[in-house]
């Protein structure tokens, strides 16, 4: 089973909606992050997390809020979706006392707003 | 603020060099390497945390000049296997010297050529 799961993988939401993206991970890693990624744009991060109690903001958080429901859970949340939004969402996790600071990876959650 | 990575695309053949390097224009703690094949997550390939710092990943290498707020990635003798997007992920000093809070260059297309 992959360490790091994303849900759903595959989106398609109409303008103004609400939408969750969910990522729950397996490995145990206190630190959880959001980014999206553009075409040319490479990734942008949107919140990270380092436990359940904090929470901080990215250089892109406007018009997204995060959840962290546990340790293992990170939930992404666009409170009104807008066609700008749509994009291919990843999220990862890294273990603070590793010193190279790898951050794993999700499959991806590609999201399309219309 | 991006790190500029260099060249935006390559396209070599089997048994071929390249060099992707990556630039910024504040102080860096620290450079990551990842690679992202086409339609999957990013890949930890190594990081540098010290400036003169070089490392190997099979016949891939980096070094990171601090001075010059410069890492090179170096890929010889070139396999199929490279191809993807490499990105650098860099980490600044006055964010508080540490190697979590990652900054993305917009990504360099590898395309590996029998």
């Known amino acids: 089973d992959a360490d790091v799961t994303q849900t759903p993988r595959n989106r398609i939401t109409k303008t103004g909606k609400r939408i969750m993206l969910e990522c729950s991970q397996t490995k145990g890693h206190d630190r959880m992050y959001w980014y999206r990624q553009d075409p040319g744009l490479g990734l942008r991060l949107i919140y990270y997390s380092f436990d359940v109690k904090d929470i901080n903001k990215g250089e892109i958080s406007d018009g997204y809020s995060v959840s962290r429901q546990a340790q293992a859970k990170f939930s992404l949340s666009l409170e009104s979706a807008i066609p700008n939004q749509t994009a291919l969402y990843f999220c990862?996790?890294?273990?603070?006392?590793?010193?190279?600071?790898?951050?794993?990876f999700g499959p991806g959650t590609r999201l399309t707003v219309t | 603020q991006q790190p500029v990575q260099s060249p935006q695309a390559v396209i070599l053949r089997e048994g071929e060099d390249a060099v992707i390097n990556c630039s910024s224009s504040k102080a860096l703690y620290s450079v990551h390497w990842y690679r992202q094949k086409h339609g999957e997550a990013p890949v930890f390939l190594m990081i540098?945390?010290?400036?003169?710092e070089q490392k190997g990943h099979e016949k891939i290498s980096a070094s990171f000049n601090e001075k010059k707020q410069q890492s090179s990635l170096y890929l010889t003798a070139s396999q199929l296997s490279y191809s993807g997007t490499y990105f650098c992920?860099?980490?600044?000093?006055?964010?508080?010297?540490?190697?979590?809070?990652?900054?993305f260059g917009k990504g360099t297309l590898l395309t590996v050529n029998p």
């Open positions: 992920g860099t980490s600044r000093k006055d964010s508080g010297g540490s190697n979590y809070k990652l900054t």
């Open positions: 990862a996790t890294s273990d603070p006392s590793a010193a190279s600071g790898e951050q794993y």
């Open positions: 540098l945390l010290k400036g003169g």
